[in-house]
């Protein structure tokens, strides 16, 4: 409402961690965090701008280092919620998964050890 100048830390308690990142939704806030150099140490989401925090599943992909990020979280971490529906969201890092029960079960998509994905964006095309 003041263009910026009043901040709010939205920080969830007793959390620290490394590379972090944002999904914002029309409702809903979520956040996941590196742990250190490696893997999600965190991921959680607010639905009353940050007052109250609660843990979102971690998505795995059944590779040697557990999540999506296979132990680049400190480098390709990324997170995009749908710009209409705060249940769709994507996570990613080197490989990436999907939800649309905002953070309850995931579908990872296939990590091929042929193909090295960094993922450090993902947009929605308006209209799609």
């Known amino acids: 409402v003041d263009n910026g100048t009043t901040w709010t830390?939205?920080?969830?308690p007793s959390i620290t961690g490394g590379r972090t990142e944002l999904g914002v939704g029309t409702s809903t806030i979520y956040?996941?965090?590196?742990?250190?150099?490696s893997n999600i140490r965190y991921f959680k989401k607010s639905v009353d701008g940050g007052a109250n925090?609660?843990?979102?599943?971690?998505p795995t992909n059944g590779t040697l280092f557990?999540?999506?990020?296979?132990?680049?979280a400190w480098y390709d971490l990324i997170l995009s919620v749908h710009p209409s529906n705060d249940n769709v969201l994507f996570i990613g890092g080197a490989s990436h998964a999907r939800t649309i029960d905002g953070g309850a079960t995931w579908y990872c998509f296939p990590y091929f050890n042929d193909v090295h994905p960094d993922h450090h964006c993902l947009v929605f095309r308006p209209g799609s």
């Open 9 to 12: 830390n939205i920080t969830p």
């Open 31 to 37: 956040v996941v965090s590196a742990n250190g150099f």
């Open 53 to 58: 925090w609660t843990d979102v599943v971690k």
């Open 66 to 72: 557990g999540d999506v990020t296979n132990g680049q």
